[in-house]
């Protein structure tokens, strides 16, 4: 009997270890995935774990040994993490009401096409989940018919039937908006549909393009130019900073501007303008004679360019972002619009207050700033904007329902909609509730489901509409860092569940793995 309990301990224990040490392996998966890591990494973690349990607990070192942390143990482990988080979005997804997608395409660094889809779906009791649902790499043509077919498999391997889709939010590119051969095209073709998913350009990318019609080149190009230069050489570099220095400045370098980073020409504009007398001083030393940097009119321009585009950076600002109601991100673009149309006025009166670098040298004596061409400028942008957020107009009127459907005029509504929205403006213990509360917690919690059907079904709608593709900026991001030209061999299937690890909002399970897994022992 004792022989029999001794071996139950030493069986017990032995389990106890193997199951700590799956369970370890597993955990260092799941951070090599998160951070993009060569699969190699796990066995730089068992070295240093090595070194570190050496020096301060010896004992345990037989218990790290039976850790695995091979490349081949890690491709392993970071595909079983991957399939549990599959697993786990899949049990989420079978509850949504409705789902809708943003797609976007772009080439990793072995020239592949890959085609980034991002879930938003809602559920019964407005329990909103916006996650990556996976990559489909496209080894031929990228033509519309096929990023539909491969858009149909993936959304038929994750069980969303296209009768729940509410909208699709693309880069605008053809293959995707294409009428006839493009994927919305041959979607909407490709059966009847009883409500037909809504269709728009991603919001961030419509105003990125519109912000582009602001047309500065004399300006931008030099600037660009000119620090392209100074930043370029080593030397150069190093003796603009070291006389910066010397004269105390406010900055100690200037930017680098990067067309594809949105945000980046309001920094490098605003620190040009702070630095130009130094700039000016440290060229002409070069042999580089810019006679625009003492050109008053040059100057003006550059200051009305650092105004306007610090406002339109604050505005991508707010544009981006994980989990913004489309009608958050549509609000802001029309409060934009309403702040262009104020500025053109002001400006054509010579009124300057909102461009703080503009009025500083309005103020000044020896400078005359004329305003006029510059509200021009913003007259043309507006009209811009307009055109761009066109297609948005016919969706307003929905917009504005699920934001606020007590100060929706009735009449203007469609019809279904019509007599609960005069049943709920004249409510006003539900008036006080939505002031009160945030917007989904409102639907969730105050409007009564059965008093107010269509509002109710409306609002799921709406709740399920991705407003960009930012998501699959993030993502791509992640995939240029983790197919990078050190790393081009690493397979699709790989890539895509190292991606899932790090992209994905839904983390894995990892103590039920452990347990549904068959623990064994490093050899």
């Given at each position: 009997?004792?022989?029999?309990?001794?071996?139950?301990?030493?069986?017990?224990?032995?389990?106890?270890?193997?199951?700590?040490?799956?369970?370890?392996?597993?955990?260092?998966?799941?951070?090599?995935?998160?951070?993009?890591?060569?699969?190699?990494?796990?066995?730089?973690?068992?070295?240093?774990?090595?070194?570190?349990?050496?020096?301060?607990?010896?004992?345990?070192?037989?218990?790290?040994?039976?850790?695995?942390?091979?490349?081949?143990?890690?491709?392993?482990?970071?595909?079983?993490?991957?399939?549990?988080?599959?697993?786990?979005?899949?049990?989420?997804?079978?509850?949504?009401?409705?789902?809708?997608?943003?797609?976007?395409?772009?080439?990793?660094?072995?020239?592949?096409?890959?085609?980034?889809?991002?879930?938003?779906?809602?559920?019964?009791?407005?329990?909103?989940?916006?996650?990556?649902?996976?990559?489909?790499?496209?080894?031929?043509?990228?033509?519309?018919?096929?990023?539909?077919?491969?858009?149909?498999?993936?959304?038929?391997?994750?069980?969303?039937?296209?009768?729940?889709?509410?909208?699709?939010?693309?880069?605008?590119?053809?293959?995707?908006?294409?009428?006839?051969?493009?994927?919305?095209?041959?979607?909407?073709?490709?059966?009847?549909?009883?409500?037909?998913?809504?269709?728009?350009?991603?919001?961030?990318?419509?105003?990125?393009?519109?912000?582009?019609?602001?047309?500065?080149?004399?300006?931008?190009?030099?600037?660009?130019?000119?620090?392209?230069?100074i930043r370029a050489r080593a030397l150069s570099h190093r003796q603009f900073k070291e006389m910066l220095?010397?004269?105390?400045?406010?900055?100690?370098?200037?930017?680098?501007?990067?067309?594809?980073?949105?945000?980046?020409?309001?920094?490098?504009?605003?620190?040009?303008?702070?630095?130009?007398?130094?700039?000016?001083?440290?060229?002409?030393?070069?042999?580089?004679?810019?006679?625009?940097?003492?050109?008053?009119?040059?100057?003006?321009?550059?200051?009305?360019?650092?105004?306007?585009?610090?406002?339109?950076?604050?505005?991508?600002?707010?544009?981006?972002?994980?989990?913004?109601?489309?009608?958050?991100?549509?609000?802001?673009?029309?409060?934009?619009?309403?702040?262009?149309?104020?500025?053109?006025?002001?400006?054509?009166?010579?009124?300057?207050?909102?461009?703080?670098?503009?009025?500083?040298?309005?103020?000044?004596?020896?400078?005359?700033?004329?305003?006029?061409?510059?509200?021009?400028?913003?007259?043309?942008?507006?009209?811009?904007?307009?055109?761009?957020?066109?297609?948005?107009?016919?969706?307003?009127?929905?917009?504005?329902?699920?934001?606020?459907?007590?100060?929706?005029?009735?009449?203007?509504?469609?019809?279904?909609?019509?007599?609960?929205?005069?049943?709920?403006?004249?409510?006003?213990?539900?008036?006080?509730?939505?002031?009160?509360?945030?917007?989904?917690?409102?639907?969730?919690?105050?409007?009564?489901?059965?008093?107010?059907?269509?509002?109710?079904?409306?609002?799921?709608?709406?709740?399920?509409?991705?407003?960009?593709?930012?998501?699959?900026?993030?993502?791509?991001?992640?995939?240029?860092?983790?197919?990078?030209?050190?790393?081009?061999?690493?397979?699709?299937?790989?890539?895509?569940?190292?991606?899932?690890?790090?992209?994905?909002?839904?983390?894995?399970?990892?103590?039920?793995?452990?347990?549904?897994?068959?623990?064994?022992?490093?050899?």
């Open positions: 009997m004792q022989f029999i309990q001794s071996m139950q301990r030493l069986f017990t224990r032995y389990t106890e270890i193997s199951e700590k040490a799956t369970k370890c392996s597993l955990v260092i998966a799941n951070k090599i995935g998160q951070r993009q890591l060569p699969f190699q990494h796990g066995e730089l973690a068992k070295e240093v774990l090595t070194e570190f349990v050496e020096e301060f607990c010896p004992g345990k070192k037989e218990a790290l040994e039976s850790i695995s942390l091979s490349r081949h143990t890690e491709i392993r482990r970071i595909e079983t993490l991957s399939k549990d988080i599959e697993r786990k979005l899949k049990e989420v997804e079978s509850n949504f009401i409705y789902f809708s997608i943003a797609l976007d395409e772009s080439t990793d660094n072995s020239d592949i096409a890959q085609l980034a889809i991002m879930v938003r779906g809602i559920d019964d009791q407005f329990s909103i989940t916006e996650d990556f649902l996976t990559m489909s790499s496209l080894h031929g043509t990228t033509t519309g018919q096929d990023t539909f077919d491969n858009l149909l498999k993936e959304l038929e391997d994750f069980n969303l039937p296209l009768e729940k889709l509410s909208g699709i939010c693309t880069d605008g590119a053809p293959a995707m908006t294409g009428e006839h051969t493009g994927l919305i095209g041959l979607l909407m073709k490709s059966r009847v549909w009883n409500v037909p998913p809504i269709v728009y350009h991603c919001i961030i990318h419509q105003e990125n393009l519109g912000a582009q019609h602001l047309k500065m080149g004399h300006v931008m190009e030099l600037v660009v130019s000119t620090v392209n230069y220095k010397e004269i105390e400045a406010e900055f100690q370098d200037v930017t680098y501007y990067c067309k594809v980073r949105w945000l980046s020409s309001a920094k490098t504009l605003r620190r040009f303008l702070s630095l130009l007398d130094p700039i000016d001083t440290f060229m002409r030393g070069k042999g580089r004679n810019h006679e625009e940097f003492r050109n008053v009119a040059w100057i003006n321009d550059l200051a009305f360019l650092a105004d306007i585009t610090e406002h339109m950076a604050d505005l991508k600002r707010k544009l981006q972002g994980k989990q913004q109601h489309v009608s958050s991100l549509w609000s802001h673009i029309t409060a934009f619009r309403c702040k262009l149309n104020l500025w053109v006025g002001q400006l054509q009166n010579g009124n300057c207050t909102h461009f703080k670098s503009l009025l500083e040298r309005q103020q000044s004596v020896e400078n005359h700033v004329s305003a006029e061409p510059y509200a021009k400028l913003l007259t043309g942008l507006a009209a811009e904007f307009g055109r761009r957020f066109a297609q948005f107009d016919g969706t307003c009127m929905h917009i504005n329902i699920f934001e606020d459907p007590f100060s929706v005029d009735a009449k203007e509504a469609p019809a279904p909609l019509q007599m609960e929205l005069i049943d709920i403006q004249a409510d006003k213990r539900l008036s006080q509730h939505h002031n009160s509360h945030e917007l989904v917690e409102f639907y969730r919690d105050f409007l009564p489901k059965q008093r107010f059907p269509g509002l109710y079904k409306h609002a799921l709608l709406m709740g399920s509409l991705f407003g960009s593709t930012y998501l699959c900026e993030q993502f791509f991001s992640r995939m240029k860092h983790t197919k990078n030209k050190y790393r081009t061999t690493i397979t699709d299937e790989h890539l895509t569940q190292k991606l899932r690890l790090a992209s994905s909002a839904t983390q894995p399970d990892i103590d039920r793995i452990v347990r549904e897994k068959q623990c064994q022992v490093s050899h």
